[in-house]
Nanobody
């Protein structure tokens, strides 16, 4: 079993920055891609960003390109989401997810149903 714990959420003004962290523990999973998704009240869970095991492949939703950066530190079993130039529409619960296996394409990593493990989520609120 793999456990994921997100931290770093909070309240920030528009234009500000936050960095989310997702710490992975439990059974070591090799070749594990990681993703960030978000869900606003009354809306579906949307893809935000994903990164392959090696960090070579990184994908972003169009709505966050140029503002958000996903990265990982495999020695620390942690993945990060640096969020800059935040907007009120970025307000949501942000979830970290882990996907086992070797398929690292955007088509696979951008879809929530392809992930095997999920964190509990962390709230991000951006005030105008």
């Amino acid at each position: 079993q793999v456990q994921l714990v997100e931290t770093g959420g909070g309240l920030v003004q528009a234009g500000g920055s936050l960095r989310l962290s997702c710490a992975r523990s439990g059974r070591t999973v090799s070749s594990c891609s990681m993703g960030w998704f978000r869900q606003a009240p009354g809306k579906e869970r949307d893809f935000v960003a994903a990164i392959s095991w090696s960090g070579t492949d990184r994908y972003y939703a169009d709505s966050v390109k140029g503002r958000f950066t996903i990265s990982r530190d495999n020695d620390k079993n942690t993945v990060y989401l640096q969020m800059n130039s935040l907007k009120p529409e970025d307000t949501a619960v942000y979830y970290c997810a882990a996907k086992t296996g070797h398929d690292n394409t955007y088509f696979i990593l951008s879809r929530s149903n392809n992930y095997d493990y999920w964190g509990q989520g962390t709230q991000v609120t951006v005030s105008s």
